[in-house]
């Protein structure tokens, strides 16, 4: 059950999975003789979801103001952040389910983690906006970025 010392936990675990899943997507791209664009900005510009700004207030003298900045906030816009992560990895499964069966599987085991992490936040901002909790099951995932799905685990532990 989330508590506040759980945040900055549950965020940090979303962050390290998201990472797993870039670095077992980036093979697969040049497998496919695809590649990656050199320039973050315009790697950036081509995905399929925006970049997640916190929406911050500028104070009077041009800076950031975060005073105001509630964690619901940034609660909704991680949320959104996933649910488009959602509807891109259920794309490329749509995409690649009769055509090309290792990057389907690839797509399916991120898609799953990306809906974990959906229902990790919700669990949060219903706590943060209800102060309820609905726990989603992220206390028995295991140590932070395990990426349960997508990490390809080795096939005999002794060598």
């Given amino acids: 059950m989330a508590g506040e010392e759980d945040y900055k936990e549950i965020t940090e675990d979303a962050r390290l999975e998201d990472r797993a899943h870039f670095e077992l997507v980036v093979p697969r791209v040049y497998e496919l ?9 315009d790697f950036a510009d081509r995905a399929s979801c925006p970049d997640a700004e916190v ?14 900045l509630e ?6 816009v991680l949320l959104e952040a996933e649910r488009c992560a959602i509807r891109t990895w259920s794309e ?6 009769e055509a090309d069966p290792r990057t389907y599987d690839m797509a399916q085991r991120i898609l799953n983690e990306e809906i974990d ?27 932070p970025g395990d990426a349960p799905y997508s990490t390809n685990n080795r096939f005999n532990d002794s060598a």
């Fill in 33 to 41: 003789e695809g590649s990656l664009p050199n320039d973050i900005r």
């Fill in 55 to 68: 929406p911050t207030p500028m104070d009077d003298e041009g800076g950031f103001d975060t005073s105001e």
């Fill in 71 to 76: 964690v619901e906030d940034i609660l909704e």
């Fill in 92 to 97: 490329i499964c749509d995409m690649t389910r």
């Fill in 117 to 143: 992490h959906e229902a990790w936040f919700i669990e949060l901002l219903s706590k943060e906006r209800d102060d309820e909790i609905n726990p989603a099951g992220h206390f028995a995932r295991g140590e």
